[in-house]
């Protein structure tokens, strides 16, 4: 039995030892294959360690193109906020003579103010100047031209001054006159074709008349051309005729 266990024993540690063999040829081959894994890996590690670098190296050239760009745009925006400094120092220029002006303007506005009350108060005179001299007309000059035409033979019995007529709607002036002098064959009066239009006086001769204070000569032997009676008046007292010049006479229409 002693020696059947130690034949055993011996197949055991040959068997082991066979075992062992294997087992470190495997661990060799595993290491092997370790190694060569982690080469690999190496290989790979230092491959994308390089594209990492080339990749930040990229990024840092772009970083360092917007930084520039950046320190660009910033220049700009420093020389339009010196630009936009002048700008709002001349608005405030402006606005300064801004407000001269209009403290000038509201100086003017009460001057205007005061002017004005003093023109309402001229036309208030101016007014009452006129009212007393269209009377003054109407009681001396009106009378002084029906006396010069009747030395013509016109004898006029009925004068008027300030004379409105209405269209035939009714609805508004045809015409207005400042002095209409009439007889039962007769008118004169300044304002001719409105005239004619008036039933009252269809059928009587319409002579024409126009009255000026200063006798030019052109517009006046114009007038007296087309037949229209011209009266001079000098002054408020006195009315003249001018006579019609040689080969031309007063014109009814």
């Not at 031209?145 to 045809?174: A, C, P, Q, R, W």
Request: hydrophobic share 40%.
């Amino acid at each position: 039995m002693s020696e059947l266990n130690a034949e055993a024993v011996l197949a055991s540690i040959v068997e082991l030892r066979t075992s062992i063999a294997e087992q470190g040829k495997r661990m060799e081959q595993a290491n092997a294959e370790l190694r060569a894994s982690i080469a690999e890996q190496g290989k790979r590690m230092e491959q994308e360690t390089a594209e990492l670098r080339a990749s930040i190296a990229e990024q840092g050239k772009r970083i360092d193109e917007q930084g520039k760009r950046l320190d660009a745009v910033c220049e700009r925006l420093d020389e339009q906020g010196k630009r936009l400094d002048v700008v709002c120092e001349r608005l405030d220029e402006q606005g300064k003579r801004l407000d001269v002006v209009c403290e000038r303007l509201d100086d003017q506005g009460k001057r205007m103010d005061k002017v004005l009350d003093e023109l309402r108060v001229n036309n208030h005179r101016v007014g009452e100047l006129t009212n007393k001299v269209g009377r003054i007309v109407e009681k001396v000059v009106v009378p002084n031209i029906v006396d010069k035409f009747n030395e013509k033979g016109f004898k006029f019995d009925t004068v008027s001054t300030n004379v409105e007529f209405l269209n035939e709607k009714k609805s508004g002036n045809l015409t207005e006159i400042d002095a209409l002098l009439e007889n039962g064959k007769f008118v004169i009066a300044v304002e001719m074709q409105a005239l004619r239009k008036v039933p009252r006086f269809k059928g009587k001769k319409i002579y024409g008349a126009v009255s000026t204070a200063i006798a030019r000569e052109k517009p006046v032997n114009y007038a007296l051309s087309k037949g229209f009676y011209v009266l001079q008046q000098p002054d408020v007292m006195a009315v003249r005729i001018i006579d019609f010049p040689k080969g031309h006479s007063a014109k009814a229409w």
